[in-house]
């Protein structure tokens, strides 16, 4: 978790706080004195920022002075409560006078009236006793060198020495309990400050998390603005484009009607009206005379072939219309197909098999197949130029034994439409709408044999 927030507050400009090198704990009472004020005046200052990670590490760095300090802290409880009693030799010289047997037994009774414990004392009595005993240690040491300079016993100089002494390691006790208590109340304040960074930690952490939720609101916030202009965007380039569509599909529609309609009276009406009218005019044997009777016969059958064409021309254009739809039959697909190439020339490279009964449009149905053949003959390199056509399973198939066309190709061609001039595109195109119109569907298997065009029609 921290890793991932450290990242993010990376992220929005965050940058983390300076480390502060770990100093070593102290490990007597002397270095952990030493230590205190430096430690507080550290911690007051970084106490005071509110972001960066080093505040774990702070706190990590108080836990480790509070353990510090609380071992010292055990070490004088210890010291402390195995503090000897004092020992004060009697001293039993026959010869010993009055003014020293009564200084030894005022210096017992001072020695009886410190107290066992300081742990209950105030700091006032503990500062007053502190005072007391250094005042009796500056008259004993004035006592002993008088002793000393008139020559008096040596067990009296020696019983004044042991109370110097003991006196000297009493006040170090002194010294000792004041810096426990003094200790405990750093400590106290150090586990308050501790507490205090920890709370403002977590604050920090639950203000950061807030912020990421934040930025995650407005990140997607935007990547939903970004994403609906880019859609509207898109949107704006397809009502384009079905603006075009539709401005193409009005002026093929018009192209339709031109065709349906204005050359229908030429095609249909005028010309075998004239054809049929010149030959009324022109007998057989006039015409045989004049050598016409040949170019009759090919304007006849141009006329016949241009009527088949412009059929099949009405038809497919009827599909431009909106709400058109398909006008289909149940044909015999061989002998309609067979009908269809009898005018052509190329009928005699065509073998049909019988291919039973398909719901179809015949002039439009036979009209797809005509340009599969007619592709089938033209891009074919073979001595003998063959197109079968036949039943295998639920397909009719229409080989042929040209060049052969790839399937990858095949779908590449009717992805991209209709192809140039110099390709089969056009004529694969147009069969392949054709097919789809009828609700069949087209396939290709393509090899250095030739090429079967699969027509699924069941």
């Not at 047997?101 to 066992?116: A, H, R, W, Y």
């Not at 009296?156 to 003094?182: F, H, N, Q």
């Not at 309609?261 to 075998?272: L, Q, V």
């Amino acid at each position: 978790m921290k890793k991932i927030l450290t990242i993010l507050a990376i992220s929005i400009g965050i940058s983390s706080f300076a480390q502060v090198k770990e100093e070593s704990p102290a490990t007597d009472s002397i270095m952990v004195q030493d230590t205190i004020e430096p430690a507080k005046m550290k911690l007051s200052d970084k106490v005071g920022k509110l972001f960066g990670w080093d505040k774990e590490e702070e706190i990590q760095k108080l836990s480790i002075r509070i353990k510090t300090q609380k071992i010292a802290i055990d070490s004088m409880s210890a010291a402390l409560s195995s503090k000897p009693p004092f020992i004060l030799k009697t001293v039993k010289i026959p010869s010993i006078s009055e003014e020293d047997s009564k200084s030894i037994k005022k210096d017992e009774l001072f020695v009886k009236g410190l107290p066992k414990s300081y742990s209950s004392l105030s700091k006032k009595d503990v500062s007053n006793i502190a005072r007391e005993i250094d005042r009796k240690i500056a008259d004993l040491i004035r006592q002993r060198d008088s002793l000393v300079k008139s020559k008096s016993s040596k067990e009296v100089i020696a019983a004044k020495e042991t109370l110097i002494s003991e006196l000297d390691r009493e006040k170090k006790v002194i010294g000792l309990s004041g810096e426990r208590e003094e200790l405990k109340g750093q400590n106290e304040a150090l586990e308050i400050e501790k507490k205090s960074l920890s709370e403002r930690q977590a604050a920090l952490k639950k203000y950061l998390v807030t912020a990421i939720i934040a930025l995650l609101i407005l990140a997607l916030a935007v990547a939903i603005l970004l994403q609906r202009r880019r859609i509207k965007s898109q949107d704006t380039e397809i009502e384009k484009q079905i603006d075009d569509i539709n401005k193409k599909n009005t002026y093929l529609e018009y192209a339709a009607r031109i065709i349906r309609h204005d050359m229908h009276s030429g095609i249909n009406t005028y010309m075998p009206r004239g054809l049929s009218s010149l030959k009324k005019r022109i007998l057989p044997d006039v015409a045989e005379s004049m050598k016409i009777a040949a170019p009759m016969k090919m304007i006849e059958e141009g006329l016949a072939h241009t009527q088949k064409v412009y059929k099949n021309v009405y038809e497919f254009t009827n599909l431009v219309k909106s709400h058109s739809t398909l006008a289909k039959e149940s044909i015999d697909a061989k002998e309609a197909l067979e009908r269809h190439l009898a005018t052509t020339s190329y009928s005699s490279q065509v073998s049909i098999s019988d291919l039973g009964k398909i719901e179809a449009n015949e002039l439009l149905f036979c009209g797809a197949i005509d340009n599969l053949i007619k592709n089938g003959l033209k891009y074919n390199k073979s001595d003998i130029k063959e197109v079968r056509i036949y039943i295998s399973g639920e397909y009719i198939v229409v080989e042929d034994n040209g060049t052969g066309l790839s399937s990858k190709k095949f779908e590449k061609i009717l992805k991209k439409g209709i192809g140039s001039e110099s390709e089969t595109g056009i004529g694969i195109c147009i069969a392949n709408a054709i097919i789809e119109e009828h609700g069949f569907s087209m396939e290709c298997e393509g090899s250095d044999k030739g090429t079967k065009i699969k027509i699924r029609t069941a």
